[in-house]
């Protein structure tokens, strides 16, 4: 391992040398040459079958279950808005680990906290009482309140995930269902098409997307599904047999799609009419990322829901999930109805504390709208300037989507060898949620790789 690690790369501009004098007098096959012109022109080429990253990930790889495909780069080491891989090259990041590290990569105030905290009690099980579990909870139901959104926010589950806060929603809703009607009738559970809840049985049987649910089919019973902004549907759709609706107001992975107020005012109506628990989750546009501490806090208090899903920017990188409920969710809820292992231990929670009171900060809020409009209006001339690939912007904040034509993975290859992070969703759309700590010379720089990118795949 260690002689693998400690192969020398060579530098672009030695590389660039080795080029000239290759193609000049070696008897190298075209193929070589080519690669290696290739990678002298790039700053940061993925790595090469020979390389250290590739030795690394050959040794493990055979010993991990293939869940995910990954690009060539190992990471080792993240400080801001940036991450370096095994051979030290720099990478812009504006995926953010997908919208998790909201205050940046290592970010020192979560580095002291961790140290001291590990120093102290990490976990003693729900068992027990401990002073991090209270204090979050009573912090994200303050802040909620004061943030104008969920007005009623009550009391929260601490879990460790957002698959997990889902799947909580998802059993609260069921509760209250069956206390309203006993017979067991008020079961269905409604979600929306291009949605994304989880993986889990239960938020992934409320998640329609063929390519996750089909090979785990059937789908747990009772979940119906509905079309996204359709406001005439709603009533149809939901009924009195409905016990819970859950909705993103911004979809991340089904392609950052913003649901209108009008929609989310109509569906909390008929959830009033027909006594459903109404579930905005979250989890990916939540805590900040729309320049307001929850993307629905510009809502009216009658289109604000019973249970809030959080997690993600959470934690920044520390597995936590959070269920915020109202008073008509949480008084129907007993012990021993729900439970977790791990979900609340103090480390996760007292980090999860420092994580919400950076977030809610009014000035930082405040320079995600400014942050926002540096990336849209760049995006407007992109929009110009590739009128027969770019046909839509779409998002709020520091959550953004830019629509393509065609498949976006060539660009996204080419900017990360150009030393850029960008990332994929929804049909042929590349999704944009940087640290929202990311400075304005980082996302000019960013989005410069962006048109290199695209320029150099048209």
């Known amino acids: 391992m260690a002689s693998r690690l400690s192969v020398r790369r060579l530098t672009p501009a030695g590389l660039r040398s080795l080029s000239s004098q290759a193609t000049a007098t070696s008897n190298l096959s075209s193929s070589v040459r080519d690669a290696i012109s290739r990678e002298a022109a790039l700053p940061n080429p993925d790595p090469s079958e020979d390389s250290p990253s590739a030795a690394l990930v050959n040794e493990h790889s055979k010993y991990m279950l293939a869940t995910y495909?990954?690009?060539?780069?190992?990471?080792?080491?993240?400080?801001?808005?940036?991450?370096?891989?095994?051979?030290?090259?720099?990478y812009l990041d504006f995926t953010a680990g997908i919208a998790v590290n909201a205050l940046g990569h290592s970010d020192p105030g979560l580095?002291?906290?961790?140290?001291?905290?590990?120093?102290?009690?990490?976990?003693?099980?729900?068992?027990?009482?401990?002073?991090?579990?209270?204090?979050?909870?009573?912090?994200?139901?303050?802040?909620?309140?004061?943030?104008?959104?969920?007005?009623?926010?009550?009391?929260v589950f601490v879990c460790n995930s957002g698959s997990e806060a889902n799947e909580a929603a998802i059993k609260f809703a069921r509760k209250v269902g069956k206390v309203l009607d006993p017979t067991g009738a008020k079961h269905e559970f409604i979600s929306f098409r291009n949605s994304f809840h989880g993986r889990t049985m239960g938020s992934l049987s409320a998640t329609p997307n063929p390519k996750y649910?089909?090979?785990?089919?059937?789908?747990?019973?009772?979940?119906?599904?509905?079309?996204?902004?359709?406001?005439?549907?709603?009533?149809?759709?939901?009924?009195?047999?409905?016990?819970?609706?859950?909705?993103?107001?911004?979809?991340?992975?089904?392609?950052?799609?913003?649901?209108?107020?009008?929609?989310?005012?109509?569906l909390a109506k008929r959830c009033r009419q027909v006594g459903a628990v109404l579930v905005f989750d979250e989890i990916q546009c939540g805590l900040s990322r729309t320049g307001t501490l929850w993307a629905h806090g510009r809502l009216p208090k009658e289109a604000h829901p019973d249970i809030v899903t959080t997690a993600k920017a959470l934690g920044n990188g520390f597995p936590i999930g959070a269920t915020i409920v109202n008073n008509n969710v949480s008084e129907k809820i007993k012990i021993g109805d729900h439970g977790t292992t791990f979900g609340g231990n103090p480390m996760a929670c007292r980090l999860a504390h420092y994580v919400v009171s950076q977030l809610s900060d009014p000035k930082l809020q405040q320079d995600v709208l400014s942050k926002s409009k540096v990336f849209t209006d760049r995006f407007e001339r992109m929009k110009k300037q590739f009128p027969e690939l770019i046909t839509e912007i779409r998002g709020r904040g520091l959550i953004l989507g830019l629509q393509l034509t065609q498949d976006p993975?060539?660009?996204?290859?080419?900017?990360?060898?150009?030393?850029l992070l960008v990332i994929t969703c929804g049909s042929n759309t590349l999704r944009f949620v940087p640290p929202l700590t990311v400075s304005v010379d980082e996302i000019e720089k960013g989005l410069d790789i962006l048109e290199e990118a695209i320029t150099a795949t048209r």
Not at 410 to 419: L, T, Y
């Open 213 to 266: 649910q089909e090979p785990f089919a059937p789908m747990l019973p009772g979940f119906k599904y509905g079309s996204y902004n359709d406001t005439g549907a709603i009533d149809d759709l939901v009924t009195e047999k409905t016990c819970g609706v859950i909705i993103e107001p911004i979809q991340g992975e089904g392609g950052v799609n913003v649901a209108t107020d009008e929609f989310l005012i109509a």
């Open 409 to 419: 993975s060539p660009i996204v290859k080419a900017a990360r060898e150009r030393g």
């Open 111 to 155: 580095a002291r906290i961790i140290t001291d905290q590990a120093r102290t009690l990490w976990h003693a099980s729900n068992l027990y009482y401990n002073p991090w579990t209270g204090a979050l909870s009573q912090l994200l139901v303050e802040k909620t309140v004061e943030s104008g959104a969920m007005h009623d926010a009550a009391t």
């Open 69 to 90: 495909a990954r690009p060539p780069p190992v990471f080792v080491k993240g400080e801001g808005s940036y991450l370096w891989d095994l051979e030290n090259r720099k």
